[in-house]
């Protein structure tokens, strides 16, 4: 597996790869990699004849009052999990490498991310499209994989993908889970055990959600009502959203619309997890 540190290094191999072979696949990664990152890297391995993924812990994405400093940072085990899943090449620049001094362009972000995260972290998808954008440039994929869950994150890329013509064959790929329904993140680790305990309400609540979907509920107000009881039983208090909204635009209805998601976003001590599940196709035996 080559590691590259440097842009032009990374862009050489990937413009003689794409002489070479049909598909090239790009997993984009703040590393502190889990399951869940490798559950994209495989798919790209089997779907594609060339794997790139990136490992850089974006500034651009985090707010002032936010974990850049403190998160975790695991570049050895990083690479070992990488290559055991057979990816090709690694990207992993530094910060100074990424964004030049006095760095002032960035990509503005379509409508769907004014919504949900966009309205607790302003700035953040401003640095997600920008980072990505650069990502695609330096890194000239035909196919890019990303989780479902940061699901808004794949809605506005899908966005920018399209509108800004990079002409990349996006994936969405499912949630990976502990055994016991938490989805997996880099942002697990900051957790203690009672905190964790505590976690596992928001797939609780997602969950509920989908169960009174599917026995017939169409009021969104009676569904998030019902999520916010969960999570409040379950010892959390301060919570951002825990929302149904429309799966394609996630604009939200008094009426659960044809294709829901139920969305949360909330806080254990310092650390903010986010969850979502489809109420209308997610199985809840495996959600
Ligand atoms: P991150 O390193 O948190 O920026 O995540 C890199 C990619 O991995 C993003 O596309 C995430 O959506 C995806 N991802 C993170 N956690 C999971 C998970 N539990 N299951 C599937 N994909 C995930």
Redesign the pocket.
């Given at each position: 597996m080559q590691v590259f540190k440097e842009k032009e290094a990374a862009r050489r191999w990937m413009f003689q790869q794409r002489c070479a072979v049909d598909a090239i696949g790009l997993?984009?990664?703040?590393?502190?990699l889990?399951?869940?990152?490798l559950?994209?890297v495989r798919r790209s391995v089997r779907r594609c004849q060339a794997t790139a993924a990136s490992i850089f812990v974006n500034p651009t994405q985090f707010a002032p009052d936010e974990d850049l400093a403190r998160y975790p940072r695991t570049l050895e085990s990083d690479l070992e999990m990488l290559a055991g899943c057979g990816v090709d090449a690694v990207f992993v620049p530094d910060t100074e490498e990424m964004y030049s001094s006095g760095f002032s362009t960035y990509v503005q972000p379509p409508k769907v991310a004014l919504r949900l995260e966009g309205k607790h972290r302003p700035d953040h998808f401003r640095g997600v499209t920008t980072v990505v954008a650069k990502l695609f440039h330096v890194l000239p994929c035909t196919h890019a994989?990303?989780?479902?869950?940061?699901y808004q994150?794949?809605c506005v890329l899908e966005h920018m993908n399209r509108e800004l013509d990079f002409g990349v064959d996006i994936e969405v790929?499912?949630?990976?889970?502990d055994a016991d329904g938490l989805?997996?993140?880099?942002r697990n680790r900051y957790l203690s055990g009672d905190q964790r305990s505590r976690a596992l309400s928001l797939i609780r609540a997602l969950r509920q959600a989908a169960e009174r979907y599917q026995n017939g509920e169409r009021s969104t107000a009676a569904l998030e009502r019902g999520m916010r009881a969960v999570l409040q039983a379950g010892g959390i208090n301060r919570i951002d959203y825990a929302t149904v909204v429309d799966a394609d635009n996630l604009t939200s209805h008094s009426t659960v619309p044809e294709q829901p998601i139920a969305l949360i976003a909330a806080h254990l001590g310092g650390t903010r997890l986010i969850d979502n599940l489809r109420l209308d196709t997610d199985s809840l035996a495996t959600a």
């Open positions: 997993v984009p990664t703040m590393g502190a889990h399951e869940g990152h559950s994209l994989f990303f989780g479902h869950k940061d994150q794949a790929c499912p949630t990976v889970r989805a997996l993140s880099s």
